[in-house]
Structures are given as structure tokens and as C-alpha cells.
């Protein structure tokens, strides 16, 4: 059985940093493309990082370049997202998932179901 387990969210001020862990169980994530998605009430989610099966090909949307990161520790079964500068509208539930893929595609197709997510609230 699969289980996908996100960590580390938290509440911060505008401007602040947080890193956000997933883990996942039952299913060795060496052979595909991870990545990172928000959701907040009444709207999509919303893919925030992708990295591919390498680690050195990632994708990020306009609004995340440049202030997340995301990697992967294949050893340990683990994806990271590192956020920084946040800003109000990164506030949402953060989830992780794996793709069907090894790269990053333009529409996601997940090997995984969906976690708990984890919460993050940027707030002055």
C-alpha cells in the first residue's frame, strides 16, 4: 500500500522561509518524476515544483521560480521543497506526488494518491 506523508508546513510572516518533507511508503520513487502542488478552498490544485528522475531537470510555474526549490533524496525515498521570500498567496495546503513519467509533463498523472498535505499560512 502506498502512503504519501508530507511534513514541515507551518505558519509564517511575508518574506519568511519554510521546507516542507515528503515521504513516501510502499512505492520506491527512483523511477519517477516527483513534484509539489498547493490547494487552497474553491480553487485547482496547483503545481508549485517538479523535479524529474535525475534531480537536475525541475520545473517551476512563474510565481514560484526563483524562491522554491525542490529536490530529492531517492536513498531515502524523500522530496523536499525549500520555500523562500513567501509571500500571502503561497498560503494552502502543500501535497506531494509522484508522476506516472520519469520527466516532468505538462499535465499531471499521479502514480500516488494523495496525503494529508501539510498547511502553510504566510500571514503578517
Known amino acids: 500500500q502506498v502512503q504519501v506523508v508530507e511534513s514541515g508546513g507551518g505558519s509564517v510572516q511575508p518574506g519568511g522561509s519554510l521546507t516542507l518533507s515528503c515521504t513516501v511508503s510502499?512505492?520506491?520513487?527512483?523511477?519517477?518524476?516527483m513534484g509539489w502542488f498547493r490547494h487552497t478552498p474553491g480553487t485547482e490544485r496547483v503545481r508549485v515544483a517538479c523535479?524529474?528522475?535525475?534531480?537536475?531537470?525541475?520545473d517551476y510555474p512563474r510565481s514560484t521560480k526563483g524562491r522554491f526549490t525542490i529536490s530529492r533524496d531517492d536513498a531515502k525515498n524523500t522530496v523536499t521543497l525549500k520555500m523562500n521570500s513567501l509571500k500571502s498567496e503561497d498560503t494552502g495546503m502543500y501535497y506531494c506526488a509522484a508522476d506516472t513519467r520519469t520527466y516532468c509533463p505538462a499535465y499531471w498523472s499521479s502514480k500516488t494518491p494523495w496525503g494529508q498535505g501539510t498547511q502553510v499560512t504566510v500571514s503578517s
Open positions: 510502499g512505492l520506491t520513487i527512483g523511477a519517477y518524476a
Open positions: 523535479t524529474d528522475t535525475t534531480g537536475f531537470a525541475t
